[in-house]
């Protein structure tokens, strides 16, 4: 008897998924094919980049190779090329780099390249600081100390990654000009930051040397 009610009970269940299948097999078929073609497209497109980071590094790569062997207008080329087609990871490095190599031959061209990847926030505060400092090195022996003051003391504050060589760059540019009191300034800071790499320390404890007396006391 048992039997049965177990052949009514099975055939109840297989009547119920058969009327299922006939309204939504069309939907579930859908749902596997979809899914199916997610992870086809997802992994399409991770291998397409990679393959576009791996090129990205042959180009890079190869332009620093140029850069090396004194071929600064190729090798800014190359980096150029990087900075437009290649990944995120690459973009920034080589638009910093094809800003140095075009400071080999036109430091005002570089200095532009510097300002336009320091006002783009969206490679980060610190590739913007970098890119800002580079900058102020190659505008230190040249520039007024009042341009040089609004450039790098955003970088000189407590904190920031570069603030060590921003306070030697503006010391600099203040002691060129004879500002002894803003020389002074930025020294001390240097001198009174634990965390002074101990190359600018040196340097700036003989720049604090040729400082004129009343500066000092």
């Known amino acids: 008897m048992a039997d049965i009610f177990n052949e009514v009970d099975e055939a109840v269940r ?9 309204r939504y097999g069309v939907y579930i078929i859908a749902l596997v094919v979809l899914v199916i073609a997610g992870v086809g497209a997802w992994r399409g497109y991770d291998y397409w980049q990679g393959k576009k980071a791996a090129e990205a590094g042959a180009t890079f790569e190869a332009a620093m ?4 062997a004194g071929k600064h207008q190729e090798a800014a080329d190359a980096f150029a090329k990087v900075a437009k087609e ?3 990871g690459y973009r920034t490095l080589a638009r910093l780099r094809e800003a140095a190599e075009i400071g080999t031959r036109d430091a005002k061209a570089a200095v532009a ?9 969206s490679i980060g505060q610190r590739f913007q600081d970098l890119a800002a400092l580079r900058a102020g090195f190659l505008l230190v022996d040249t520039a007024p100390f009042n341009d040089m003051s609004q450039r790098l003391e ?6 920031r990654t570069f603030r060590h060589s921003a306070r030697e760059l503006l010391a600099l540019s203040a002691w060129r000009v004879n500002d002894s009191a803003a020389a002074r300034r930025f020294a001390e800071q240097i001198i009174n930051d634990g965390e002074t790499p101990g190359s600018i320390r040196s340097r700036i404890e003989v720049l604090m040397a040729m400082l004129p007396a009343a500066a000092k006391s």
């Open 154 to 159: 955003p970088l000189a504050a407590a904190g």
């Open 86 to 88: 290649g990944v995120a």
């Open 65 to 68: 190779t140029l850069a090396e």
């Open 113 to 121: 390249a510097y300002d336009a990847l320091a006002a783009d926030s």
């Open 14 to 22: 297989r009547d119920r998924l058969e009327k299922l299948w006939q």
